[in-house]
């Protein structure tokens, strides 16, 4: 923070010393004119650094007050859960209503300090962006698990359908990415009633014979949304009137966190809705690799199984460095994640190195296994989770 008054003060120092030489030349009224428009912008620029320092106050207050509340709040919901499963609510129903209010309150408390956590760190110019390749598809696989009591309780059915011969690797931050899928599919399963189907879809659109576009989308059969309110629906606290009058709980955060991780990666963001048939939400990512580079990236997992499989060693040592060798030509430390399985799976290879002397073939069967199972090849196209 110290350093950006330092910076506009010193821009204005320095404008003003270069422009006294050419202030000489100027007739005087021309010179009084500048002298105050200098004047203005060292008191416009002051002004900006004054706010500077009052957002990131707000952004450090609301940080550490989400930090203080979470805590407290998730032993709340868990001391919550807990008794729950120790009272007789047959006996006692009124108790289950409680339970069920306080239950929900509490989750609404919980995922509202989380998005203005969330929002704190977007405003906040310490965010570091720490972009690198990211696998929508472990991504997408990921929050479906994270929101499968949700998915469970409800009895919703959920279809992730992807082309298992194509990978969807964007360039982003992980985490900002996961959070917004979390949020799409957090909002299907709660905008919808119970054994609803929700469809997941990871499509590549070529956009041209270099550039490609990854399209993450999530269709629901939920309640959908007025016409006339999806224009306003990422805008921060906003909830649709129907979401209001159906009494869904929310806060109105999620899908403004959305918009903006959808901003930040230059990706676009698509609302389709029927009101009382459902609705689809679509996010398209630039694609990190064009269509040929991933035919490539798919040949290389082949290429290099096949490669481990026909090694010819006498040690453990060479084999190693033949597995080095060949994920390194094959170009697999390009690609942050791939590479560093690779590099971790070829590691592991000391935990193995005990038995191979005299079992060289063995210890690298059992590479090329592991590797098969740590390397994101999918058998199928389709996952259900029901
Ligand atoms: P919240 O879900 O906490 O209300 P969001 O910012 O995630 O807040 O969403 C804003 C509003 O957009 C919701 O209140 C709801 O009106 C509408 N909305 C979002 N997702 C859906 C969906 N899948 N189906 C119907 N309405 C939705």
């Known amino acids: 923070m110290g350093d950006k008054p330092e910076s506009a003060q010193h821009k204005i120092r320095r404008s003003s010393s270069t422009g006294s030489g050419i202030l000489a030349f100027l007739a005087p009224a021309k010179r ?12 416009a620029n002051r002004k900006v650094t004054e706010l500077e320092s009052l957002i990131l106050s707000k952004n450090e207050f609301i940080s550490n007050i989400s930090h203080e509340l979470r805590t407290p709040l998730t032993s709340i ?73 949700e998915i469970e309780k409800k009895r919703i059915s959920i279809k992730l359908n992807f082309d298992p011969e194509d990978t969807f690797i964007v360039e982003g931050d992980p985490g900002l990415i996961s959070q917004a899928c979390i949020n799409l ?46 224009s306003r629906i990422s805008e921060r606290y906003y909830r649709a009137s129907n979401a209001v009058s159906d009494h869904v709980s929310g806060t109105g955060l999620g899908l403004t966190i959305v918009a903006k991780v959808v901003a930040l990666h230059n990706a676009q963001l698509k609302i389709e809705s029927t009101l ?20 490539i990236l ?3 997992f082949g290429l290099l199984a096949e490669a481990i499989e026909g090694i010819q060693v006498n040690d453990q040592r060479e084999l190693k460095a033949k597995l080095h060798e060949y994920g ?59």
């Open 32 to 43: 009084r004119r500048l002298h105050a428009l200098a004047k203005e912008l060292e008191v």
């Open 77 to 149: 919901i868990g001391y919550v859960d807990v008794l729950s499963t120790k009272v007789e609510f047959e006996s006692n129903p009124e108790l289950d209503d409680i339970f069920k209010v306080l239950d929900r309150n509490a989750t609404i408390l919980i995922s509202l300090v989380q998005s203005l956590l969330a929002l704190s760190q977007f405003d906040s110019p310490n965010r570091s962006e720490a972009f690198k390749a990211v696998n929508l598809l472990t991504i997408t696989e990921d929050a479906i698990f994270i929101l499968r009591s």
């Open 185 to 230: 599919i957090a909002n299907a399963i709660k905008f919808s009633s119970a054994e609803k189907n929700i469809e997941i879809r990871l499509i590549r659109e070529a956009r041209t014979d270099k550039q490609s576009t990854i399209c993450f989308s999530v269709r629901d059969q939920g309640i959908g949304i007025p016409p006339d309110e999806i």
């Open 276 to 295: 009382g048939l459902g609705t689809t939400f679509t996010v398209d990512f630039p694609a990190q690799l064009s269509p040929v580079a991933t035919l």
């Open 298 to 300: 798919n040949r290389k």
């Open 328 to 386: 390194g030509a094959l170009g697999f430390y390009e690609f942050a994640e791939f590479g560093e399985e690779l590099l971790s799976l070829s590691r592991t290879l000391s935990d193995v190195e005990k038995i191979v002397d005299s079992q060289t073939l063995k210890a690298r069967d059992q590479l090329v296994v592991r590797m098969k199972e740590a390397l994101p090849i999918k058998e199928t196209g389709e996952a259900n989770v029901e």
